[in-house]
């Protein structure tokens, strides 16, 4: 497999492997950490969704300024380096139960991600731009994708065994380890980048830096704080109205607006021969918003329906493995009436410190009646940030047959574009929400506990849409882009999968307000399906931009 692409394929697959460890361990227990009564910061589900939308979202959103300083300063391996340490260190002061540490560590993440996550992308389509590799472009970003969730599929298992045996603190360590083992890999395959990592500086008729600080960062904070002080209108049964849902949504979306502005401007400001490449994109953009919404739920409400609703109980053999390798804890049935359980998710606020009602674990809220183990016994359950390592286990599973899959189709000359792919790819996505409604109508709308299996079928669903998507859309901004705002454009793609992280929060967020879950997820539905819709319609102008470009 590695004889066909370049050198350095193998060094970037690794560093991305062991920085996404990292930053799939951490997020994959960061909504449980917050939710903790006990040694968390005993958030509700709406809070902690809340909170956990404008992390990602804002993880998201940074590459569009480290594409830039990347493109025009450090150059690609000066960038990747920084922000790796910079997430490393986050990481390890993530674990430390202080709000101010929390929000410094979360900063840190944030910043080293827009200088990291954009430009490894960047720099191994460079590689992809000699003549022998061309044709391989999509293959390789396939294969740098299946690297990045081996990185994830295995995270979960240290997670949660470290977390069960020592705490979320030692969690949050292995997670920096992580990511400095990534760094370290990087740079041991330093000696295959040269000539591909040269800055490109600024070009002619590109916007001074100075003007990106005042025309884009400074108003792009000034809105941020407007966004925040800024309310809707109140009425008497919700006198703490936001505009878009809470003080954080709306100032990340205010914050917004002067990026998104700076973007469209690229477009118009362009050369003639940019202007339709860069339209293409910017279209390309805008779509799949939509689709990280949906998707990025998995570390949120899907996380919660692996909590809450699933059947996590384990017995014989599997409980003997688990048990071993810490990755499971036991729970006690306690005596007492149904109404325990229900109370068990009520919290009490008294003077600004949350207090439990109940000291009883939720866990058997919904478990049927005649499921019920006898009374003050204990089961035994699998951790529930377990369930976050089933979507990279399907990447893991899939990425040959997709690769294999598109080879068998190139060498008949009918491989699609890789605009249809995405589009085919968002269209899947929307296919796999519905294995969820299925399994809201077979657990009674969450009154009783379903089997993991269901989450196991959305995932891998979903997951073929995401492999026709999510590293098709990495190949395409590589091909597409004029080669002096590569890594800008790079960070386009990031800007568009911020945005749609922070739907994704808002969306969680709402999960309670659900009396019947199905209509959660057919609103899901619903969102993937119009963004297929736009992709279709746009289809036929985007593939003869490719064309244009001389390129698939």
């Known amino acids: 497999m590695w004889n066909k692409h370049p050198k350095a394929l193998p060094y970037l697959f ?29 958030m509700t589900e709406k809070e902690a969704s809340d909170l956990y939308g404008t992390f990602i979202a804002l993880v998201f959103l940074t590459p569009f300024i480290g594409g830039l300083v990347a493109d025009r300063y450090w150059g690609y391996r000066t960038s990747i380096i920084i922000g790796g340490l910079f997430m490393g260190v986050g990481y390890f002061m993530m674990g430390i139960h202080n709000t101010t540490i929390l ?31 061309k044709d391989k472009k999509d293959e390789g970003y396939n294969i740098f994708y299946m690297g990045i969730n081996i990185g994830a599929f295995i995270c979960n298992f240290f997670g949660a065994a470290l977390q069960i045996l020592l705490g979320w603190q030692y969690a949050f360590m292995a997670a920096g380890v992580g990511m400095f083992v990534g760094v370290l890999v990087f740079i041991l395959g330093t000696k295959y980048y040269k000539g591909y990592d040269e800055k490109k500086g600024t070009q002619e008729g590109d916007m001074p830096f100075y003007k990106i600080v005042l025309f884009i960062l400074v108003p ?18 919700n006198p703490d109205s936001y505009i878009f849902g809470s003080d954080s949504t709306d100032a990340f979306i205010f914050a917004c607006i002067p990026v998104i502005f700076f973007y469209s401007s690229l477009y118009f400001k362009a050369k003639p021969a940019d202007k339709r490449p860069i339209g293409a994109l910017l279209s390309i953009f805008a779509v799949v918003i939509l689709f990280w919404a949906v ?63 109940v000291d009883y674990p939720i866990y058997f809220r919904n478990v049927a009646l005649e499921k019920r183990p006898q009374e003050n016994t204990k089961i035994t359950i699998w951790a529930t940030n377990l369930s976050q390592s089933i979507n990279p286990g399907w990447v893991i599973i899939l990425t040959p047959l997709v690769v294999a899959f598109f080879t068998f189709l190139r060498g008949r000359r009918k491989e699609p574009s890789t605009p249809t792919k995405i589009a085919f790819g ?3 996505s929307a296919l796999s929400v519905l294995v969820m409604v299925a399994a809201v109508k077979i657990g009674a709308n969450g009154t009783e506990k379903v089997s993991v299996w269901w989450l196991v079928a959305n995932y891998g669903i979903i997951t073929i849409g995401e492999l026709f998507l999510s590293p098709m859309g990495l190949s395409v901004v590589s091909k597409l882009s004029p080669t002096n705002i590569t ?27 659900y009396e019947d879950k199905t209509d959660f997820f057919w609103v899901n539905f619903s969102l993937l399906l119009f963004a297929t819709a736009l992709m279709f319609v746009l289809l036929k102008r985007l593939n003869k931009v490719m064309l244009e470009k001389g390129i698939k």
């Open 295 to 357: 998707f990025k739920l998995n570390g949120s409400a899907l996380n919660t329906w692996a909590d809450r609703y699933t059947d996590r109980e384990i017995t014989g053999t599997t409980k003997t493995v688990f048990n071993g390798l810490k990755l499971s804890k036991e729970i006690e049935f306690k005596k007492d009436s149904v109404e325990l359980y229900d109370a068990s998710f009520r919290l009490q606020k008294e003077n600004g410190r949350v207090m439990k009602v």
């Open 103 to 133: 929000y410094i560590a979360m900063t840190l993440v944030i910043v080293g991600n827009g200088f990291f996550k954009p430009n490894i992308s960047t720099l191994l389509g460079n590689f992809y731009s000699k003549e022998e590799y």
């Open 14 to 42: 690794l560093s991305e492997m062991w920085e996404r460890f990292g930053y799939y361990l951490m997020i994959g227990i960061f909504t449980l950490y917050l939710k903790d009564v006990e040694a968390g910061f005993a």
């Open 426 to 428: 968002l269209l899947i």
């Open 220 to 237: 792009s904070v000034v809105f941020g704080i407007i966004g925040w002080l800024l309310k809707g209108v109140t009425s008497a049964t």
């Open 487 to 513: 890594s800008l454009m790079m960070g386009g793609w990031f800007l568009s999968t911020s945005i749609g992280n922070k739907l994704s929060g808002v969306l969680a967020s709402l999960w309670d307000t």
